[in-house]
């Protein structure tokens, strides 16, 4: 079993959607949670990252963290075809010289 | 500001033919690491330095050799290239003194044929 689950997709809504991407784990360790955009032939780059459990919004996107269930949340409101990516979740064990674990990431498509 | 500069954006290779990825960073990051990226395999470390002078061994190591002479940059070298190096690469760096993530690099995509 993976230390980083998650679902590859693809994932096809149509815009205006809310969209709701998520990753379990299984390292009680993890103490920050993030999560990474990457569009087409680019490099990944951190969208929203969370310490420890919680919520945090940021626009029209916000991060969930349940520590107790292992389990991490990206919630897209009011999607737009320009959020159409891949969305990987990482975490790090904060005493693991900054490595990251990743999950594959999930395909997302925002139809017009 | 350019962050992480990775050179060349695409290449081919013949097999057995070796090559160095470039990268380098203008961050002051003491952090940085080479990742490959196959479909369905997610990104998989291959090397990773925590400073000038240290390198260390990720998931993938094998075929792959670092150095870190310098903070600012951190070349990866294919020995012998073989068909299963055909990959897109990505270099990344992050600070231990600031927010957690890392910036990562545009990619090199390698084709070894």
């Known amino acids: 079993q993976k230390e980083v689950e998650q679902d590859p997709g693809p994932l096809s809504v149509p815009e205006g959607a809310i969209v709701s991407l998520n990753c379990t784990y299984s390292?009680?360790?993890?103490?920050?949670f993030m999560w990474y955009r990457q569009y087409s032939r680019k490099g990944p780059e951190l969208l929203m990252y969370?310490?420890s459990s919680g919520n945090k919004e940021d626009g029209r996107f916000t991060a969930q963290v349940d520590k107790s269930s292992k389990y991490i949340s990206l919630f897209i409101r009011d999607s737009q075809p320009s959020d159409s990516a891949t969305y990987l979740c990482?975490?790090?064990?904060?005493?693991?010289?900054?490595?990251?674990?990743w999950g594959l990431g999930t395909s997302l498509a925002v139809n017009p | 500001n350019a962050g992480v500069t990775q050179t060349p954006k695409f290449q081919v290779l013949k097999t057995g033919q070796s090559m160095t990825l470039q990268c380098a960073q203008d961050?002051?990051?003491?952090?940085m690491s080479w990742y490959r990226q196959d479909p369905g395999m997610g990104l998989r470390l291959i090397h990773y330095?925590?400073?000038?002078?240290?390198?260390d061994q990720g998931e993938v190591p094998n075929g792959y050799n670092v150095s870190r002479s310098t903070t600012e940059d951190f070349p990866l070298r294919l020995l012998s290239a073989a068909p299963s190096q055909t990959s897109v690469y990505f270099c990344?760096?992050?600070?231990?003194?600031?927010?957690?993530?890392?910036?990562f690099g545009s990619g090199t995509r390698l084709t070894v044929v």
């Open positions: 969370t310490y």
């Open positions: 990344a760096s992050s600070s231990y003194g600031r927010l957690p993530g890392y910036t």
């Open positions: 990482a975490m790090e064990d904060a005493g693991n010289n900054r490595k990251l674990i």
């Open positions: 961050m002051n990051h003491e952090y």
């Open positions: 390292n009680s360790a993890f103490q920050y």
């Open positions: 330095s925590v400073g000038a002078g240290i390198t």
